[in-house]
């Protein structure tokens, strides 16, 4: 399936982020790239999720493959990121999973390598935390075009005793071009993403028990004296999602999600050739070859009409019916001209 799955961030410092994003590659990578796992990340076994079986061996891959982390790549600057808005360390090339069955490859980094795709996946991101919200601010919601994609977004909250209000605002979308496709796979992609997503909020909810028994942030803050807005705004807003949910390994976990999330969307459609009555316009083409002495097409002995001449006797009566019932018209307009 053609498709970016992305986890999205509310900012309150920097506004919207793209945290983590997977996408499809179907090009075969360069000989000799991403030949060496990246530390503490081996090969793992092979998985069977809901009946697909996957690689799901994670590694590094060079910028070769598309994560480059250079200036020139587009993404914000370094200046312009907090812990809160960083998923991968610095100079982390990202993850790559391998499908055999099909030999695609599933790539995740913090944002798409290729200039076009980040935009796209930028004002999805904007767009699914800030406009395009369903009522209370938390599900799923539909929207985008035929310029910038289709998006599938769910929109949810992670705890974090530390944040204004106790908790921060994420997002994952899903973007695709073929809007029919898309809407086809609501139900599916609605019960997987809730998953992941309850994961998410289940050990964040852990985490903030803890904070909360060790050292209530409520209580602290109903008795602290009063100050400036400005300055409680004291750097709270850089907190990662490894820190509030405290998975050290939680990236990886996703891009195995988001991958298995891609390959069974994609393989859960597929299309069938459905035989039926031919049409005129088939009858017309048999005509033909039955004229010139060609055997006709597969399907057609099957029918319950028999032989050629059972299919022509009844092309005949077709053509006559709907001579009959165009007569009427034709009398009508012969005997008032203005009727069109």
Same mark, same amino acid.
């Given at each position: ?51 697909? !079986? ?162 209530? !942030? ?44 891609? *390959? ?7 299309? *069938? ?11 017309? !083409?048999?005509? *033909? ?52």
């Amino acid at each position: 399936m053609n498709a970016i799955v992305a986890l999205c961030h509310f900012c309150e410092l920097h506004g919207p982020r793209t945290l983590f994003c997977t996408e499809v590659l179907h090009a075969p990578l360069p000989q000799g790239a991403g030949n060496e796992d990246s530390p503490g990340q081996g090969e793992q076994a092979e998985e069977e999720e809901g009946g697909i !079986q996957m690689s799901s061996r994670m590694r590094a891959h060079s910028p070769a493959e598309g994560a480059s982390v250079d200036s020139s790549s587009p993404g914000p600057k370094k200046s312009d990121m907090c812990e809160g808005c960083r998923s991968l360390a610095a100079g982390h090339p990202g993850y790559i999973s391998h499908d055999k069955e099909t030999s695609i490859k599933y790539v995740s980094h913090q944002h798409p390598s290729h200039p076009q795709l980040f935009s796209i996946v930028r004002q999805a991101c904007v767009r699914s935390l800030s406009c395009e919200v369903c009522p209370g601010r938390e599900g799923p919601i539909f929207f985008g075009d035929e310029q910038h994609g289709f998006v599938f977004s769910h929109t949810f909250f992670i705890k974090d005793s530390l944040a204004r209000g106790f908790q921060r605002w994420y997002s994952i979308i899903t973007i695709m071009m073929d809007r029919i496709y898309l809407i086809n796979s609501w139900p599916f992609l609605l019960g997987k993403v809730r998953g992941i997503i309850d994961e998410l909020q289940g050990k964040a909810l852990k985490v903030f028990e803890a904070e909360q028994f060790g050292c209530p !942030q409520r209580a602290q803050r109903m008795n602290t004296a009063f100050t400036p807005f400005l300055h409680q705004r004291n750097g709270n807003a850089a907190r990662s999602l490894t820190s509030l949910t405290s998975d050290d390994n939680l990236w990886a976990c996703l891009h195995t999600s988001f991958a298995w999330l891609l *390959k069974a969307c994609g393989s859960r459609l597929t299309e *069938k050739l459905l035989e039926g009555a031919p049409t005129e316009d088939t009858l017309v !083409q048999m005509e *033909k070859l039955a004229g010139e002495g060609v055997p006709l097409p597969g399907p057609w002995p099957r029918w319950p009409w028999g032989s050629t001449s059972s299919l022509l006797s009844w092309q005949e009566e077709l053509r006559e019916g709907n001579a009959a019932l165009n007569q009427p018209r034709r009398s009508l307009r012969e005997a008032h001209p203005l009727i069109s």
